[in-house]
């Protein structure tokens, strides 16, 4: 279902010419490639299977089949495991069945060469018929490649013909036509690169929502920005220089005769931010049942000393320079709330409650923020969202490293690298900024499951601390 943002100028297919209609971002196709890949593999599951049971009955009869689902079962965990490996589960795989068939057979035939090694060296060939294992392996490969080609419509039928959405942002640079990509003219949508505006950032990542790939065509002068943005906004990005093709670079794209330099990545493939989201998933929705006699406590020790509203909801800048509401505990009072967080709370700060002051020294008032996790606008472990107001020293954020924007690459945490090394609280100089941003991009550049799970482990020692208050 796609997120509904009405901007004009924007059509497909067709450059140069505003479309009447408003644009609404199309729908994110990430979920139908898992759920493409995932199909794909219940196939060659049962190709595999399907073609040692036809084996097995046509060379021994109803006594082969036990044997071959036994066969079966011991080298498929090596076949998927080799697939998956072997990016036989791909987009690429995705865009081209040929291709897609071609990784597949060769994990098979990995898998086979496997299984027949170690039989060897364990001496248990000799339990099992080898014309068996040979005919099964020879019909799985052909029902394989079989299924394989019956699953492109499949595939076609989930993510259409492309398989991604390619969007071309038109700002004032030469015309370039890509069949099947949106185009949008960035002057008539107000798609302006300045790194010094967060409205102007939300409004381009409110356009990119939903795209896998961004081009941009814009002058030199402003080539800079755009990869700066495109980097923070957890996609594939280019920006159109004909220089490439002029030069004939390798390792650059150059289509419909132009040359296009590839400035940004997401920092995580779709299978780690899968794992990462399922994650969140399990532990957030774990914490929310253990923890729910302190947020009912907390709510109504906020009710009894101050009133409502019970929770602080906040504007911050999430992930690819979106807007995203927050959620707190509110720990001032609530006449003295600073929405936009223009000034630090201080230590002994005449703003706080008492509530206010021993949630905030606990850390209990970020608790509302496992629904923002639920949610999917925050993750446990990330760079942590900050509002928009925030500064240090005597500037905004950005204002101190232009850097800062890369680190929306990913969706902003509970708690993060920063946080458990210490780095939290009131940013008074300049300096205070630089070591947090440093950590983030750290974290940006060395993504691991196990170490989010070693950040949230740590987190546990750093829930009371000095600085916060």
């Known amino acids: 279902m796609s997120v509904n943002h009405a901007v004009p100028g924007v059509h497909q297919d067709n450059p140069g010419k505003a479309a009447a209609a408003p ?102 060939s000799a339990e099992f018929s080898r014309v068996l294992f040979t005919g099964g392996a020879i019909f799985g490969a052909l029902a394989l490649v079989w299924l394989r080609f019956q699953m492109a419509a499949f595939v076609a039928w989930r993510c259409g013909a492309r398989v991604t959405n390619e969007l071309v942002i038109d700002d004032g640079g030469p015309v370039l036509e890509l069949p099947g990509a949106f ?71 150059i289509t419909a005769g132009h040359g296009l330099l590839r400035v940004s990545i997401g920092p ?31 709510c109504l020790a906020i009710l009894l000393e101050d009133g409502a509203p019970i929770l602080f909801v906040q504007r911050r800048v999430g992930r690819s320079n979106r807007f995203i509401q927050v959620y707190k505990f509110r720990s001032m009072r609530a006449a003295r709330a600073d929405r936009a967080g223009d000034t630090s709370t201080q230590r002994d700060d005449e703003r706080l409650t008492r509530v206010g002051r021993f949630i905030r020294r606990t850390s209990i008032d970020e ?40 680190r929306h690459a990913l969706k902003p945490g509970l708690t993060g690298l920063a946080q458990v090394r210490g780095l939290r609280g009131a940013t008074f100089v300049e300096r205070d900024l630089a070591d947090r ?33």
């Not at 690169?193 to 030199?220: E, K, M, Q, T």
């Not at 608790?367 to 500037?395: T, W, Y």
């Open 23 to 124: 644009y609404s971002p199309p729908e994110p196709l990430e979920r139908r490639r898992l759920q493409s890949y995932l199909a794909q593999m219940l196939g060659d599951i049962l190709a595999v299977f399907a073609g040692f049971c036809a084996g097995g009955y046509l060379y021994l009869g109803q006594e082969g089949l036990s044997q071959a689902a036994v066969l079966a079962q011991l080298l498929l965990p090596v076949y998927l495991t080799l697939a998956l490996y072997n990016a036989a589960y791909s987009l690429a795989g995705l865009q081209s069945a040929v291709r897609g068939v071609q990784r597949a057979l060769l994990s098979l035939a990995m898998a086979v060469a496997v299984v027949v090694f170690i039989a060897f060296y364990t001496k248990s």
């Open 183 to 253: 185009h949008v003219d960035a002057g008539a949508m107000e798609l302006i690169p300045a790194l010094d505006d967060p409205a102007a950032l939300n409004r381009i990542g409110a356009v990119l929502h939903g795209i896998d790939r961004a081009v941009v065509s814009c002058p030199p002068a402003r080539r800079a920005a755009w990869a700066m943005i495109l980097k923070g906004a957890n996609i594939d990005g280019e920006v159109l220089d004909d220089s490439v093709a002029e030069l004939g670079a390798h390792g650059a794209r």
């Open 268 to 298: 995580l493939g779709l299978r780690a931010r899968a794992s990462k989201r399922l994650f969140d998933l399990i532990l957030a929705g774990g914490a929310l049942i253990v923890l729910s006699s302190v947020l009912l406590v907390t």
């Open 367 to 406: 608790l509302p923020q496992l629904i923002n996790v639920i949610e999917g606008k925050m993750s446990l472990v990330g760079p942590r969202p900050h509002a928009l107001g925030s500064q240090a020293g005597d500037k905004l954020f950005w204002e101190v490293d232009r850097r800062y924007w890369l």
């Open 437 to 469: 941003l440093g950590a983030d991009l750290e974290y940006l550049n060395g993504w691991s499951l196990w170490r989010d799970l070693r950040i949230l482990i740590a987190t546990l020692g750093v829930l009371v601390h000095e600085k916060a208050f």
